[in-house]
């Protein structure tokens, strides 16, 4: 872990700082003379050998303290603390509902794995996937928003409970409809994996209820890789559907990373990049120590 | 005993089908298979022709009044065309200044030079074949062409990623040791950071410091550049099983170098595995650069693509102009679609025994 992310801060310096180009150009602006962008780059540092420039990125990953934003001068990890609270009222029951009906569904088709209803449900799925996603989100908001104005537009308050219950909901409902399908075909192929295996045929030949082979023997079995899928996609609930904050106006990390990167404003990328790849790890470290009560044959060495 | 050893049968030489042609066979098979590679081969086509200019050459002309409508909807009303039409109409005519103008005495020489000029009039039709944009621009021709950038930036950042994963996991797999060590370092730092993360990441370097090109060549390399792990993956542990087969050990008990066991013996025993990865990757591009064109780190905005126009399509849907969103939408189901189903074929009939 710790040379990954020695690997990960490197690779960062050397996008941003080698082959990023003069940062002081972009800032100064079009009328600038080069007393002025001498200036700027030692405000910023840039005037520094490499070495020197690595060593203070490095310092501000562990101090986290990455100075101020390029161009509101606000400080990066004010930006960050606020940024957040927007992107997890969306992201984290966008999460908990997708799962949820996923698994559900999934274990529904796979019981009836062959049929029509399983078919037909996987060429739905199949197409629903190849349209893009910002048709779903274009075209939603036209009918709920406007056409039928069951939902406000876009927007966002103050208030944490008004934010969930009115303009949220929305936002939730379409990552929702996205997210089932792709996880739904996913979770089928897990089950189906389960289901032809000899133990289940053990259990109901010895006369345990069918529902109890499929939610304590199948269940428990196909939650191992669906947990790993769970927790593949948990970074990505921080930075939360840039497209969906984008779309309907939430003050989130998405819509800030897509600010800040048509802005050039590097240290808030570099900020939110260095952080979620270090999350990532803890993440796919936490996964790994939830196997071993999901699935007690895990152990550890 | 004997008898039946002595007197064997005359079987007639006969050619054992190669992989591909097994797996062509296999594929002839999949009804499904062949309808989505007949409609992959249709945009191929269609991508082939507009790139040469046999169609939608002109799709940047305004032919068509503002928002036109498709003219199997011909009838209805176009209250944007109107309302151009209405702010030409109500141009006041110019106050005369002539006895104040300085300029005045000179009118009537430009007046005579303006006329030498020709300027053909081009009469703006009320309707085009799937409607207009705002400009009236044929929404048909616009997703032809929008079709040839989108699929062409897909396939080529495929291509690309597949060449650097193969290379990347043929060196981890076949060499071992340090370069392997090396390269899953590598793929570690990669896979750590999430995947659009690392796409914005390249977008803002590739913005600012425009080292990456100009065109559609900054976004095929942030694609590729980002997007070759999984293949990486799949390709060394391929790599891993072929090096220690026994025809791999022939080819150096004859004294083939280990570039040519790596790339003329172990490479086409492999390159199943990275047909599927590219069909596969085609289509997670495709996905991908219409969402990167519409926040603006595609491709320029001199270029038509399914992601410009499906921004586009955003505040046209409000006034009621469906077509565009629709015409980009519908063309890149379809394809998507194909293709999706097309890679599940070909995995199929590549490897049987995955089934």
Not at chain 1, 151 to 163: A, D, I, L, M, T
Not at chain 2, 20 to 32: I, K, N, Y
Not at chain 2, 252 to 270: C, D, E, K, T, W
Not at chain 2, 315 to 329: D, P
Request: a positive charge.
């Amino acid at each position: 872990m710790v040379p990954t992310i020695v690997g990960v801060i490197l690779l960062i310096f050397f996008l941003f700082n080698w082959v990023g180009g003069d940062p002081a150009m972009v800032l100064a602006g079009k009328i600038s003379n080069p007393e002025q962008i001498a200036n700027i780059r030692k405000q910023l540092g840039v005037d520094l050998p490499y070495w020197q420039q690595l060593l203070i990125f490095a310092k501000q990953v562990f101090t986290f303290d990455f100075g101020r934003s390029w161009s509101t001068n606000e400080e990066v990890s004010r930006i960050l603390l606020t940024r957040v609270g927007p992107t997890l009222t969306i992201m984290i029951p966008v999460l908990i509902i997708t799962t949820g009906l996923s698994v559900l569904f999934a274990i529904m088709v796979a019981y009836v794995r062959g049929s029509l209803t399983d078919r037909s449900i996987m060429v739905v799925c199949t197409v629903a996937m190849s349209i893009s996603f910002l048709v779903y989100i274009i075209f939603f908001q036209w009918m709920f928003g406007f056409i039928l104005g069951w939902f406000p537009v876009q927007g966002w308050s103050e208030s944490f409970w008004k934010n969930l219950f009115t303009y949220a909901p929305l936002p939730i409902m379409l990552a929702v409809f996205v997210g089932v399908a792709p996880e739904l075909r996913l979770y089928r192929s897990f089950f189906l994996d389960e289901i032809n295996q000899d133990y289940v045929r053990t259990a109901r030949a010895k006369g345990v209820p069918e529902k109890s082979v499929m939610l304590k023997h199948v269940m428990r079995n196909a939650m191992i890789p669906i947990l790993t899928n769970v927790g593949i996609s948990l970074p990505g609930v921080f930075v939360g559907s840039f497209l969906l904050e984008v779309f309907f106006s939430i003050p989130g990390l998405g819509r800030e990373i897509i600010t800040a990167v048509n802005r050039s404003d590097f240290p808030v990328i570099k900020a939110v990049t260095v952080y979620l790849a270090i999350l990532t790890m803890l993440i796919n470290l936490l996964v790994d120590v939830m196997y071993k009560y999901v699935d007690p044959r895990v152990s550890f060495k | 005993m004997s008898a039946v050893l002595s007197n064997p049968p005359a079987i007639p030489p006969q050619e054992s089908p190669g992989l591909w042609a097994l797996a062509w066979r296999r594929l002839r098979q999949d009804a499904v298979g062949m309808a989505s590679l007949v409609v992959v081969i249709f945009f191929l086509l269609m991508m082939a022709a507009s790139y040469t200019g046999l169609i939608a050459k002109d799709w940047s002309k305004e032919k068509g009044v503002s928002y036109a409508n498709p003219s199997f909807m011909a009838g209805a009303e176009n209250l944007e065309a109107k309302a151009m039409a209405q702010k030409e109409a109500a141009k006041a005519p110019p106050v005369d200044l002539s006895d104040i103008d300085p300029l005045a005495p000179r009118y009537k020489e430009w007046e005579e030079r303006a006329a030498k000029i020709a300027v053909t009039e081009v009469k703006r039709s009320e309707t085009l074949a799937f409607g207009g944009d705002k400009w009236g621009r044929d929404v048909l021709q616009k997703v032809i062409k929008g079709s040839e950038v989108s699929i062409f930036v897909g396939l080529s950042g495929a291509i690309l990623a597949v060449i650097i994963g193969t290379m990347l996991g043929a060196a981890a797999g076949y060499w071992g040791g340090w370069v392997n060590d090396f390269l899953e370092w590598f793929y570690n730092i990669f896979t750590s950071i999430p995947y659009i993360l690392l796409i914005l990441s390249f977008a803002a370097v590739a913005a600012s410091s425009g080292k990456f090109g100009k065109g559609i060549v900054p976004i095929v390399l942030i694609l590729s550049l980002t997007g070759w792990t999984g293949i990486y993956r799949l390709m060394r542990a391929e790599y891993i099983k072929h090096s220690n087969r026994e025809y791999v050990k022939a080819a150096q008990a004859i004294g083939a170098s280990n570039f040519s066991r790596m790339f003329v013996h172990i490479l086409p025993n492999v390159s199943h595995v990275s047909l599927v990865q590219l069909s596969q990757h085609t289509v997670q591009f495709i996905k991908a650069e219409v969402i990167l064109s519409f926040l603006g780190f595609g491709v320029p905005v001199d270029m038509v693509s399914w992601g410009t126009m499906l921004a586009e399509a955003q505040n046209e849907l409000v006034i009621g102009k469906w077509w565009q969103l629709f015409a980009a939408g519908a063309s890149m189901a379809v394809l998507v679609t194909a293709f999706s189903l097309l890679t599940d074929s070909l995995r199929d009939a590549l490897d049987p025994k995955l089934k």
